[in-house]
């Protein structure tokens, strides 16, 4: 994906928590937050990993942007 920034996934527990902290009494108010990852990857590689995780994947000699499911099951 062309003219993608990269990107830095947060992970989801470490936002509820940080959330949750945010919520105490005497924690800091009226604050701004950039909640960032330690890792840097490009928005592709995150798409790639999410097409993967969903066990879609793209049939030999198709267009990379055509993905189907290999299985339905649960």
């Known amino acids: 994906?062309?003219?993608?920034a990269a990107i830095q996934p947060v992970y989801l527990d470490d936002v509820v928590e940080t959330v949750?902290?945010?919520?105490?009494?005497?924690?800091?108010s009226r604050i701004a937050l950039d909640l960032a990852g330690p890792r840097q990857i490009a928005f592709?590689?995150?798409?790639?990993l999410f097409r993967a995780w969903l066990r879609w994947v793209c049939p030999?000699?198709?267009d990379?942007?055509?993905f189907v499911i290999t299985d339905t099951a649960p």
Do not use: N
């Open 44 to 48: 592709s590689e995150a798409v790639a």
């Open 60 to 62: 030999e000699g198709q």
């Open 1 to 4: 994906m062309p003219d993608t």
């Open 64 to 66: 990379p942007k055509s």
């Open 20 to 28: 949750l902290f945010l919520l105490q009494p005497g924690a800091p």
